[in-house]
């Protein structure tokens, strides 16, 4: 059972993900990963693509994020997400789009983008090209990377500040070079 880990909604309950193809976040790299942003969070922007069940969207805003937009291209993530925030009595955006579709289109900018597709998948470097070569990071953002620990991708457009590895999960910290 997944539970929010701290912040406004700490102990609330997320529902049961019942699809196999929906790798939620573990409740420890959640925890380490929110407790890693705690003082940089608040009234921050957010954009959760491949969200799953929104859980790390939940969580940032449970721990005082402005805003986020979740982004999934599948239907039960997308209704998961949406039933999750609803039950949280929170109002946020939920796209059911394509990553790449969605960042194609996007036009604003965020403070805190969280990365999360297939492990595996390939798809790390595409979207970090696309989220450098369209500016949608702001200029001290910060990009969360969760990765399986063998994954390897290019991030030579963004400066790698940290990386953890809890078992096979790895998560990798990015910001821009100017900072």
Known sequence: M????????KGRRLIEN????IRPTTDKVRQAIFT?????LPEKKVLDLFCGTGAMSIEALSRGAGS???????????AMAKENL??????????????LIFLDKCTEQFDLIILDPPYKSGLYGVVLKKIYDKKLLTGD???VCEHAKED???TDKFQ???EKKYGNIAVTYLCNFEN
């Open 68 to 78: 986020v937009t979740m982004v999934d291209k599948d239907f039960r993530s997308v």
């Open 152 to 154: 390897k991708f290019e």
């Open 141 to 143: 953002g910060v990009i």
């Open 36 to 40: 890693k942003l705690q003082f940089f």
């Open 160 to 162: 790698v500040y940290d």
């Open 2 to 9: 997944m539970r929010i880990d701290s912040g406004k909604f």
């Open 18 to 21: 019942k699809y196999p193809h």
């Open 86 to 99: 609803k039950n949280m009595g929170i109002d946020q955006k939920v796209v059911k789009c394509d990553a």
